[in-house]
């Protein structure tokens, strides 16, 4: 027993690492996750409670809104600064891999280790695990959903089927795997419990046509973008899809080709012998098929069927099988140690939470403090491909600081500039954000500790 308590422990303790460490600053944020900041931000000012998520950042499309809910509390409690939703996915992370690790030992104990080396180091868990966004929470609920399904409660399978139809509500995408496992399943208290969560979507875009989330995924595909040809060639959309989703499972493309066998080798026994296994593994290439009729390929969009994968390897097998089965589990976290460095100590897009945070509590001090007027600011000279700062205003508008729009240059009289370079090239940078504040006085420099960032305040020429 003690041994067991010890081995959970430095199970846990993984985790918490792969999920945790060095967070703030590697954690991606971009316009989108800045966006989703934004919104946590306004949901809990107005108290604005609603099923339908708010539009994107490119006004282009409505979310779903159960992420916001999920990840409101983190955010609160971390006084909405940019890195609070990561903790929390992280959180969710920790949780889901905790959960899984209890379905494979009701499922099939023999896999029990190397599926927990697996959850502490593989990429799309861990990658997932530290990045506030929708498609990453989809595997809480999955995971929840498939626990509940194994119980032999006819309550159960409903609560199973109403988790799976909240993955929806998370990322509307769920519905090509989904939709395949209920009809596999063919349990008709799943079926209610996920048409009783779709069915509000399906209602809105029946009553307002052209629709935006079932409606919206019809005219966002490579037939409505024209690229017809694409649409006509889809055994190769697909083929290299699947090869898309082998190398993000495997990180390395040569142990890609390897997985590639074993999932066939498995897929031809299964149809074999252990038809029933299918039902984990058809979701997966279900998914894949509906991604080839996308505009293009995303990683998020297989980190929906995760746990599917994870179950369908870990399913009772003859025992060469499972020997086979366990080969790949341990040859995918062993491969993943190799990236793994890479996703703790880099961020993978500049400039991340850490520098948002810093540059904005600047930022909000300064404005605060001094009572700057026509306030706006500018990203230049640096890694961020963004000069307008997106990222930096959304977060300020959670601190109550409310800068002038991206068109409002021409009557700004304080110009906040976050930049990786000096005052100089600053100054002299082409971009016509810096017109009217070349020659004005530099007020004020801040810089951000243990990196090259730093804030500048310009005043308008004279």
């Known amino acids: 027993m003690k041994l067991r308590f010890l081995l959970f422990f430095i199970f846990l303790a993984g985790l918490i690492f792969t999920r945790f460490y ?6 991606r944020f971009t316009r989108d996750e800045s966006y989703n900041l934004f919104q946590m931000h306004r949901i809990w000012q107005e108290k604005d409670i609603t099923l339908i ?3 994107d950042a490119g006004k282009t499309l409505i979310h779903p809104s159960m992420m916001f809910y999920m990840l409101l509390p983190f955010a609160i409690a971390g006084d909405f600064e940019p890195v609070s939703p ?6 969710y992370s920790v949780l889901t891999a905790t959960l899984t690790l209890y379905l494979v030992y009701k499922l099939n104990k023999k896999f029990i280790f190397p599926v927990a080396l697996l959850l502490i180091f593989w990429i799309p868990l861990v990658e997932s695990g530290r990045w506030a966004w929708n498609p990453h929470l989809v595997p809480f609920t999955t995971v929840i959903a498939l626990i509940l399904l194994f119980k032999k409660q006819r309550f159960a399978k409903f609560l199973s089927g109403i988790l799976l139809g909240a993955s929806f509500h998370l990322h509307f995408f769920t519905a090509a795997a989904t939709g395949v496992f209920v009809i596999l399943k063919r349990n008709i208290y799943l079926l209610v419990g996920v048409a009783l969560m779709i069915l509000p979507f399906v209602i809105f875009d029946i009553t307002h046509p052209p629709g935006l989330f079932f409606g919206h995924y019809l005219r966002s595909n490579i037939v409505s973008s024209g690229a017809s040809n694409e649409a006509s060639f889809f055994l190769r959309t697909f083929s290299q899809n699947m090869l898309n989703s082998l190398i993000y499972f495997a990180q390395i493309k ?4 390897a997985l590639a066998i074993i999932v066939l080798l498995l897929a031809f026994f299964d149809i074999k012998h252990k038809k029933e296994n299918l039902v984990y593994f058809l979701p997966i290439v279900a998914q894949i098929a509906g991604i080839s009729f996308l505009p ?3 990683n998020r969009y297989l980190v929906l069927v995760i746990v599917f994968f994870i179950v369908w390897l870990v399913l009772p097998r003859r025992p060469l099988q499972q020997k086979l089965s366990k080969f790949a589990i341990v040859l995918l976290a062993v491969t993943s140690m190799f990236t793994l460095p890479i996703i703790l100590t880099k961020p993978s897009l500049p400039p991340g939470t850490y520098i948002a945070r810093l540059a ?3 930022i909000s001090g300064s404005v605060k403090a001094h009572g700057h007027k026509n306030v706006n600011l500018a990203v230049l000279a640096s890694p961020d491909p963004d000069p307008l700062g997106s990222i930096y205003r959304h977060t300020l508008q959670t601190k109550n600081i409310h800068v002038l729009l ?3 240059y021409s009557i700004t009289d304080n110009l906040f500039v976050i930049s990786t370079s000096d005052e100089k090239l600053v100054r002299n940078d082409p971009a016509n954000l810096m017109q009217g504040f070349r020659n004005g006085k530099l007020a004020e420099t801040y810089q951000i500790k243990d990196t090259d960032w730093k804030v500048y305040l310009f005043k308008r020429d004279e």
């Open 296 to 298: 293009r390929y995303e």
């Open 360 to 362: 904005t509590n600047y």
């Open 22 to 27: 060095n967070i703030e600053n590697t954690s």
């Open 406 to 408: 991206e068109n409002q």
């Open 53 to 55: 998520g708010p539009m």
């Open 254 to 257: 040569i142990i890609a080709v």
């Open 86 to 91: 990561a903790i929390g996915t992280a959180v």
